[in-house]
């Protein structure tokens, strides 16, 4: 998606959930996505745009034993990424690698690098440590929260150590921390839990019912954003964490998934169940730019959506800005659409 | 006979200036410059040589010339001549009647000599004999006058002498004037003499005149007496010499203490005028503490004339008194008008206070007592003005609250209605009284308030605009929609909004909808008709109204979402706790429809009372949807094709069916603009709740009997939530989305068959007619 220009799309087959930016190509602008079908195979799509910019390339497509929920490339190794799946009654999450070189046969097989059997309940997510070159990899189920230690050259994945969050909060998900490798965030029925590697504790929260998915500000240390059910975008400061700094009104029904810029401190992209992507504007209300940018922010706060795009037809999950070129960003709808 | 006359000219002309150059004595000086070549041929020029000119003509002319030349000129010498003749003969007559003149002069002379010489004779005459008078009466006069000195000195003596008494004499009739007046004619020579011959007279003149101080002091200090007593009193005593300052400091301050009793006054009077404001009936005892206080001042400014003209050197600190006077007075206004006030009382104290101030004004002009509570009244007014928008601002959301309260007890009933009635009035009335009190204010003619009308249409006009906003604001704070910016409370804030009755803010959606049709218009309206010379434009109810559309538009927004979020909690719950995998056939329709249509009533019952009912369906809409209705039309209808084919082949075709209606089917608007209209809120709810139960349904996985049992539950709701909406193709969309999206998530698809269906669904309706009354009472929203 470049500007407001119309996007360049592509149709997977199946319904899907989630799409992931490969962050360790450096080369080419790609995007993982995995389809969801109970009764179909399943299929991981490696997407790349071409060259011009002008169109999504299928690069690979492999096939994957069970429905995806969720995807996440490998920071440092383009070829290997984890899924969360389901067999329908059960979840698991497993590590898997791309085979060398990508087949352009159909459903070339994936090599799965280490499986991540140590849940019992619904697996949530699988987070990579942001840092690029740690081999951690933190896994979430409802109440869990493990994190591994992963050995691809073993193929094999430890756990390092694994706390109970308790029954009563259900987490959801979470993102892990850019500026500070031992914290993560993670969203749970009724607040946002901070928790620290290190202790695996709980350090802190933030009381908010229903928060969806959130996303920490990769250009700006304690800028969080989340997404919720109820109104839509929230921008918190973590060091003022008791109100929201700014508040986005967000989609007419749930905002499903909300991801920072990873250049532009501004911008916000957000997907909701209204079939509509949103970028938002976020004038960077911190005292430190309003300043400089008092004018622009004024102008921009006045409306800080900037652009809906409305092109689907069916609800949005899925939501992956390009890390290589940080003006391109793929969404993913539930009827299997993928748009850049 | 031009040509003729032009010659004739000339030559008279010639002819004057030969004789004139003949009287010039030189005439070569007149002409200097003439040259030599030219003044040969010029016959009448000085330095003419008749030999040359005869030379030049003879060789010029011929004879015919010549001769005719030669006759020209004789003439020209006969006339000569005869001109000179006349000119000698006239001169001659002259002369001879100057000597006859001067023979007559000598004559007259002869004889006047004599008449002087007499004259002179007599004149020294008459002054011997004045002389001779002067000296033999000189005595005579000298004694006069002396006689006359005696006399004069004898009568001042006796007027000494006679001082005393005519001092006592003055006191008795009270004439300190004269008596002031003879003193000090008296006083240098008692001086002078005092310590020898007159000593008895002085002393007793002095006695004399110092009870007249003290009776003139008395005189000065008594309130009873007239000021010009006092005054003319004053002035005597000043001229008596008796240190008058000190006595001005006393009255001054005697002045002070009068008014520390005046301070007091308007304070009471604001009470009484309060108090009157519980008992109308007795007019009197207002007018009665307002008389008072204006005779006080009254009082006040008569004493203070009279002190100005006693002391005109002491008026700055009258000056100062005055204005303390008209602070104080404001300030004690200011703390009245701190308790609700009517602009009818605001104003009879204002008007006290005018009166007040206008009479020291006329007192003391140069005070500028007028400005200063001119700048006091602006401030008062203004704060006047803002505290009545606030106390409305407090009435209304008094009013919105006093509802809160009771309607947690009463959940049915016309109470929203009630209250959007009450509240709706009360922003109407409360605007329309306050226009008028401030009307009543713009027509008081008294001065100050025909010096600030501009000003204070300023501040209405901004007063409104101010209201309106704040009460805006207050809205969406009342409605918990805006945390408050204050960053500690909006934790608080935050937990309070949830305890916000929807309800509430469904009123206040409609109310802002009220205020942006009817109140503002009408504020406008009569602003414009009052204020038709104002050009200022503080009020602008355009953009007023485009606040409160905005914030209806947003409240309602709210209303919904409160509303929409409290359904998807129960479908959340509903959907998180069994394990849909291993569901149990379904033997009925699920509780959580029971509470999904129980909270859709309720929204259902609470628009109804607020909200105006639709008067037409959107047509737009329906066009849209035209092509929708007949898909979906036909969808059901090969929905009951399919039924007679076997289930397992029915399964499938059906899931392509709704895949393929899908295709055809327009992309349904979900989220259509929200109207003010009852079908319209309701509509929008249905919608995004039964979009959350899609998105629930899809992030689970069920099995057959799940896949039924959301079946079942979709056909039941159908009938009902088809009753209550109004863009149906949407709904009807919408619910077969909810069973695709629960097909695609399910490992085992067979539908139910459709007289299990219905029968079921008859017992659920036979057993929700059954408990139709307790479940309305005894289910309690959660």
């Known amino acids: 998606m470049q500007g407001g220009s119309s996007g360049i799309g592509y149709g997977l087959k199946y319904q899907a959930r989630c799409i992931s930016d490969v962050k360790a190509d450096t080369d080419h602008t790609s995007f993982l996505t995995g389809t969801l079908s109970l009764k179909e195979e399943n299929e991981v799509h490696l997407l790349r745009l071409s060259s011009g910019g002008s169109e999504l390339v299928c690069e690979g497509l492999f096939s994957h034993p069970n429905e995806i929920w969720d995807l996440a490339s490998c920071p440092f190794d383009q070829r290997i990424f984890s899924t969360v799946f389901s067999t329908g009654e059960s979840f698991g999450a497993a590590i898997w690698q791309i085979p060398e070189p990508y087949g352009q046969s159909n459903s070339s097989t994936l090599d799965c690098v280490a499986s991540l059997d140590a849940h019992v309940g619904k697996i949530n997510c699988v987070l990579w440590c942001p840092s690029g070159k740690s081999d951690?990899?933190?896994?979430?189920?409802?109440?869990?929260?493990?994190?591994?230690?992963?050995?691809?050259?073993?193929?094999?994945?430890?756990?390092?150590?694994?706390?109970?969050?308790?029954?009563?909060?259900?987490?959801?998900?979470?993102?892990?921390?850019?500026?500070?490798?031992?914290?993560?965030?993670?969203?749970s029925e009724s607040s946002i839990q901070f928790w620290d590697l290190r202790t695996m504790k709980n350090v802190n929260s933030i009381e908010r019912a229903h928060v969806r998915n959130v996303d920490y500000n990769t250009k700006r240390e304690h800028i969080l954003v989340t997404a919720d059910d109820e109104s839509g975008i929230h921008i918190w400061d973590l060091r003022k964490a008791k109100a929201p700094v700014q508040e986005l009104p967000g989609h007419t029904h749930w905002t499903w998934a909300v991801r920072c810029n990873p250049e532009y401190e501004e911008l916000i992209?957000?997907?909701?169940?209204?079939?509509?992507?949103?970028?938002?504007?976020?004038?960077?209300?911190?005292?430190?730019?309003?300043?400089?940018?008092?004018?622009?922010?004024?102008?921009?706060?006045?409306?800080?959506?900037?652009?809906?795009?409305?092109?689907?037809?069916?609800?949005?999950?899925?939501?992956?800005?390009?890390?290589?070129e940080p003006w391109f960003f793929a969404s993913l709808s539930y009827d299997g659409r993928v748009l850049n | 006979m031009a040509t003729e006359a032009a010659?004739?000219?000339?030559?008279?002309?010639?002819?004057?200036?030969?004789?004139?150059?003949?009287?010039?004595?030189?005439?070569?000086?007149?002409?200097?410059?003439s040259s030599i070549s030219t003044s040969f041929d010029n016959i009448n020029g000085p330095s003419f040589d008749a030999d040359q000119y005869m030379d030049l003509m003879i060789k010029k002319s011929n004879l015919d010339v010549l001769l005719q030349r030669h006759v020209q000129m004789a003439a020209e010498i006969k006339n000569l001549d005869t001109d000179l003749q006349m000119l000698v003969y006239e001169n001659y007559n002259k002369f001879i009647s100057a000597t006859d003149t001067i023979k007559r002069m000598?004559?007259?002379?002869?004889?006047?000599?004599?008449?002087?010489?007499?004259?002179?004779?007599?004149?020294?005459?008459?002054?011997?004999?004045?002389?001779?008078?002067?000296?033999?009466?000189?005595?005579?006069?000298?004694?006069?006058e002396k006689l006359h000195r005696t006399r004069n000195l004898l009568r001042k003596v006796q007027f000494i002498y006679d001082l005393p008494a005519r001092l006592q004499k003055c006191i008795k009739s009270e004439a300190y004037g004269d008596a002031v007046r003879f003193y000090t004619g008296a006083m240098p020579i008692l001086k002078v003499y005092g310590d020898t011959s007159f000593k008895d007279c002085r002393r007793a003149s002095e006695e004399a005149i110092e009870t007249i101080i003290k009776n003139l002091q008395t005189k000065l200090f008594s309130d009873s007496e007239s000021?010009?007593?006092?005054?003319?009193?004053?002035?005597?005593?000043?001229?008596?010499?008796?240190?008058?300052?000190?006595?001005?400091?006393?009255?001054?301050?005697?002045?002070?203490?009068?008014?520390?009793?005046?301070?007091?006054?308007?304070?009471?009077?604001?009470?009484?005028?309060?108090?009157?404001?519980?008992?109308?009936?007795?007019?009197?005892?207002?007018?009665?503490?307002?008389?008072?206080?204006?005779?006080?001042?009254?009082?006040?400014?008569?004493?203070?004339?009279?002190?100005?003209?006693?002391?005109?050197?002491?008026?700055?600190?009258?000056?100062?008194?005055?204005?303390?006077?008209?602070?104080?007075?404001?300030?004690?206004?200011?703390?009245?008008?701190?308790k609700r006030v009517s602009a009818a009382d605001f104003l009879g104290i204002f008007r006290i206070i005018w009166e007040d101030v206008v009479l020291m004004d006329e007192v003391l002009p140069e005070a500028a007592l007028s400005d200063l509570s001119a700048e006091a009244a602006q401030v008062t007014l203004k704060q006047f003005v803002a505290r009545t928008f606030s106390h409305l601002q407090q009435d209304i959301s008094d009013t919105l609250l006093k509802f809160d309260i009771?309607?947690?007890?009463?959940?049915?009933?016309?109470?929203?209605?009630?209250?959007?009635?009450?509240?709706?009035?009360?922003?109407?009335?409360?605007?329309?009284?306050?226009?008028?009190?401030?009307?009543?204010?713009?027509?008081?003619?008294?001065?100050?308030?025909?010096?600030?009308?501009?000003?204070?249409?300023?501040?209405?006009?901004?007063?409104?605009?101010?209201?309106?906003?704040?009460?805006?604001?207050?809205?969406?704070?009342?409605?918990?929609?805006?945390?408050?910016?204050?960053?500690?409370?909006?934790?608080?804030?935050?937990?309070?909004?949830?305890?916000?009755?929807?309800?509430?803010?469904?009123?206040?959606?409609?109310?802002?909808?009220?205020?942006?049709?009817?109140v503002i218009p009408r504020i406008a309206e009569e602003i414009t008709a009052s204020f038709s010379g104002g050009n200022s434009q503080a009020f602008i109810p355009g953009e007023l109204c485009r606040v409160f559309h905005a914030a209806s538009e947003k409240l309602l927004q709210h209303y919904i979402d409160t509303r929409t979020q409290k359904i998807s909690n129960v479908l959340r719950k509903r959907f998180k706790t069994p394990n849909w995998v291993k569901h149990k056939e379904p033997r009925e329709v699920h509780m959580y429809v029971d509470m999904l249509l129980q909270q859709l009533e309720e929204v259902g019952k609470e628009v109804k009372q607020i909200l105006p009912q639709g008067t037409f369906r959107k047509h737009k809409r329906s066009d849209s949807n035209g092509s929708n209705t007949t898909t979906s039309s036909r969808s059901t209808t090969l929905h009951s094709d399919k039924m007679a084919r076997s289930n397992s082949q029915r399964a499938r075709s059906q899931l392509f069916e709704t895949h393929l209606a899908k295709l055809f089917k327009q992309k349904v608007e979900i989220f259509t603009k929200v109207e003010f209209t009852q079908e319209s809120v309701v509509t929008t709810t249905v919608k995004l709740c039964l979009k959350s139960l899609q998105e629930y349904v899809r992030l689970q996985t069920f099995n057959r009997s799940g896949f039924q049992q959301i079946q079942l539950d979709i056909q039941f709701l159908k009938a009902p939530l088809k009753e209550t909406v109004e863009d149906e193709a949407a709904i009807d969309f919408l619910l077969d989305e909810v069973i695709v999206a629960a097909s695609e998530r399910c490992l085992d698809v067979t539908p139910l068959e459709p007289p299990i269906l219905d029968k079921l669904i008859q017992a659920k309706l036979a057993k929700s007619k059954e408990h139709n009354n307790n479940n309305n009472k005894t289910t309690v929203s959660s």
């Open chain 1, 136 to 187: 951690k990899l933190i896994s979430m189920d409802e109440q869990n929260l493990v994190l591994w230690s992963l050995d691809s050259s073993k193929k094999s994945a430890e756990v390092v150590s694994k706390e109970s969050a308790g029954m009563r909060h259900s987490l959801s998900g979470g993102a892990w921390n850019p500026h500070d490798v031992n914290s993560v965030a993670a969203t």
């Open chain 1, 269 to 324: 992209l957000s997907v909701g169940t209204d079939s509509a992507v949103n970028l938002w504007f976020a004038s960077a209300s911190s005292e430190k730019q309003a300043s400089e940018r008092s004018a622009e922010a004024s102008r921009q706060r006045v409306n800080p959506l900037l652009n809906s795009y409305t092109d689907y037809e069916d609800s949005v999950y899925g939501l992956a800005w390009s890390s290589r």
């Open chain 2, 106 to 144: 000598k004559s007259n002379i002869f004889g006047m000599e004599g008449n002087m010489d007499q004259l002179l004779h007599k004149i020294m005459s008459v002054q011997s004999r004045s002389d001779g008078v002067n000296t033999s009466l000189f005595e005579k006069r000298e004694h006069i």
């Open chain 2, 7 to 33: 010659p004739m000219d000339e030559k008279a002309k010639r002819m004057r200036d030969l004789l004139s150059s003949f009287y010039t004595p030189d005439p070569s000086i007149s002409t200097p410059t």
């Open chain 2, 227 to 338: 000021i010009q007593a006092r005054a003319e009193a004053a002035v005597l005593l000043k001229q008596l010499d008796v240190p008058v300052d000190s006595l001005k400091d006393k009255l001054l301050e005697k002045l002070e203490q009068s008014l520390d009793g005046l301070q007091i006054n308007p304070d009471e009077a604001s009470k009484l005028a309060e108090h009157n404001v519980s008992s109308k009936d007795e007019e009197s005892n207002n007018q009665g503490p307002a008389k008072i206080h204006e005779d006080a001042v009254r009082g006040f400014s008569e004493a203070m004339r009279a002190y100005r003209e006693i002391f005109p050197d002491s008026e700055e600190r009258l000056f100062k008194l005055a204005r303390a006077l008209t602070t104080t007075h404001f300030e004690n206004m200011e703390l009245y008008i701190r």
């Open chain 2, 406 to 518: 009771n309607q947690k007890e009463v959940v049915d009933g016309e109470v929203l209605k009630v209250v959007l009635e009450a509240s709706g009035k009360a922003v109407l009335q409360g605007t329309t009284d306050i226009f008028q009190e401030f009307r009543q204010l713009l027509d008081e003619n008294t001065g100050i308030f025909v010096k600030m009308n501009d000003l204070l249409i300023d501040w209405i006009q901004k007063g409104f605009q101010d209201f309106f906003r704040s009460l805006e604001s207050h809205f969406l704070v009342l409605s918990g929609k805006t945390s408050s910016s204050n960053e500690t409370e909006g934790l608080v804030e935050g937990k309070s909004s949830e305890k916000i009755h929807a309800g509430l803010i469904l009123v206040l959606a409609q109310l802002s909808v009220v205020i942006e049709q009817k």
